[in-house]
């Protein structure tokens, strides 16, 4: 079984603009993939390559084994959903849904039971003789969703599809579109550069930065094993050990990650048991996060960062507190 | 600072409008307001109104009563070929507008940028900047039998094509300058900007996106073009051809100076407010192009050119 989307050292240039610089990636039939990543890394180009708006400067790109360069968009089973929507104003929203089937000379009556059904699926009964324009966001959003699953494609890009929207109603958009994909077994590829989202619903993330992919795999091993500074940073947040701190402190001499969940507070008088390490120091703020207590401790080489579940005790700045750790918690990363 | 209360007169007339917006509405609108409602509106009254005036045969003096006589006037066959030229002509030099502009205009709206699309705009909007009647009179010459056109066409050995052209039923005539041909294409010419500019308009505000999105649904580039862009179009070309189509059947100039002298509905409203006297059937007359207009829209409407809106 060949790949749904498989890239080969892919380079898409523009001028001396490296968007997409020497990509390699294999998307697997059914898999929720997440293309994670800072502001202008490459994510956007890197969905249009695969829609066919882009085509590559250089290497090789394959969906379900078939060579697509040079094939344009409407000869590709991919269908995507836009960041702002794309819905034609002029069109009502069963219109819009039905719309790749009417391309595909579909029957009228055929095209607009299919197109009532995928409303139904994303929960948008009774919204087809509307324009788009009398939509809210959230239901837009949806439109877009089922004028692209109605078409049953392999593969459905999602270029930031939940960016605009506010924080309750993504989390719950996150939920079924995460549902909808495991039911439906279709291949997503999912562009955002909301770190929460991509580990939430991605079976596996690409998190790209310049042009580059520079890890990708499933979001716990991402997470938990962080192979460089930036991922360290960018996946989550961490604290970022220089060489020598980490290999006086359980570690190896190398650049290091140290979660602030694992960090943890240690009590007056409590012996340290072996395979833990600590340090103590001034606390510089205690940031109140709800269900967390964010604070930063500042030692002469570095500052630790510890997530302190709120209640244990009240922290207070300009305390000076003892913090420990486990040494396998400690992860050596290959870049600075 | 809050709570201060502006001392300088300016300032308080601002905080004023500011506080009752509905009042710096109509303060801004009330001038255009009195324009529309008495020059404009004003005028057509009272041009409906002399239109159920009638001419008194003998004397002729208006006669100030109540009548549908002058209407009746226009039905006689003479006056209903006045009007059917003219709506001829005024629906060919709207739709080849439309046929000429469209492509100028989706080149400039879609793939002309910096420079190009600079050089655009001059090249439509500088025939605007001369007089009309310059225009008019260049083109007379262009086309008289001595002009540069026959000039060309013998040079390049069409001549043939030309007099058979000329030779044709109706639209013929002894040369350009003096055939229906020739009117039709100063119309063209004179009102092309017209059509030109608001389809360019209406091409411009079609995202990228849509056309995109329409690709990805799997419309090939004519399938896009005919269900995306050009109903999205459709609104401005509607508005160019409103243009046009009301500009030509309202003109007296052009087919006075080109073309073969049969009157539209333009020159008879001029030749019956001036030399005849008969203000009451001129009147009629300008009501008809305001009457085709309106049937016009309303089908461009049931057809749903404005569905984009
Ligand atoms: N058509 C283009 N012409 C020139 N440069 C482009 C073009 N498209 C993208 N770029 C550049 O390529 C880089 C990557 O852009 P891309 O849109 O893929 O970023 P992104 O990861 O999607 O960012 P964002 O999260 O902001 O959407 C950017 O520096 C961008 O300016
Ligand atoms: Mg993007």
Partial sequence: MPPAVSFQHVSRHFGHVKAVDDVSLDIFEG???AMLGPSGSGKTTCLRLIAGFEQPTSGHIEIFGETAEGLPP?????????????????????????????????????????????LAMVKLKGFDQRRPSQLSGGQRQRVALARALVNQ?????????????????????QEELKALQKELGITFVLVTHDQG???????????????????????????????????????GSSNVLPPEFAAAHGGTHAWTSLRPEKVRLVRAGEALPAGQFGVSGRVASALYQGAITRIAVELNSTRIIAAIPTGMTTIQEGE???????????????AA | MSGAIATNPRSRLSDFF???SGLLTFALLLPPLLWIGIVYLGSLFALLLQSFYSLDEFSGLIVHEFTLSTYEQLFTPTNLTIILRTAVMAAAVTLASAILAFPIAYYAARYARGGWKALFYLAVMMP????????????????????????????????????ALLAMPVIGGSSLSFSYIGTFIVFVYIWLPYMILPTQAALERVPKNFIEASADLGASPRQT????????????VIAGSIFTFSLTLGDYIIPQIVGNSRPFIGTTVYALQGTAGDIPLAAAFTVVPVVIMGIYLMIARRMGAFDAL
Wanted: with cysteine.
């Fill in chain 1, 31 to 33: 898999e929720f993939f």
């Fill in chain 1, 74 to 118: 409407y000869r590709r089973n991919v269908n995507t959903v836009f960041q702002d929507y794309a819905l034609f104003p002029h069109m009502t929203v069963g219109e819009n849904v039905a719309y790749g089937l009417m391309i595909k000379g579909v029957a009228r009556a055929e095209r607009e039971a299919k197109a009532l059904e995928t």
């Fill in chain 1, 153 to 173: 494609p392999k593969v459905l890009l999602l270029d930031e599809p939940l960016g605009a929207l506010d924080l309750k109603l993504r989390e719950q958009m």
């Fill in chain 1, 197 to 235: 989202e991509a580990l939430s619903m991605a079976n596996r993330v690409a998190i790209f930065n310049e042009g580059k992919i520079v890890q990708a795999g499933p979001p716990a091993d991402v997470y938990e094993h962080p192979r460089s500074r930036f991922v360290a940073d960018f996946v």
């Fill in chain 1, 320 to 334: 000076t507190v003892a913090l420990a750790w486990d040494a396998c918690n400690l992860v050596a990363m290959e």
């Fill in chain 2, 18 to 20: 500011y506080r009752h």
């Fill in chain 2, 128 to 163: 605007l900047w001369s007089s009309y009647l310059v225009k008019v009179y260049a083109w007379k010459l262009i086309l008289a039998k001595e002009g540069i056109v026959t000039w060309v066409a013998g040079k390049i050995h069409l001549g043939w094509l030309l007099d």
């Fill in chain 2, 225 to 236: 073009f005919r269900t995306v862009i050009l109903p999205l179009a459709m609104p401005g």
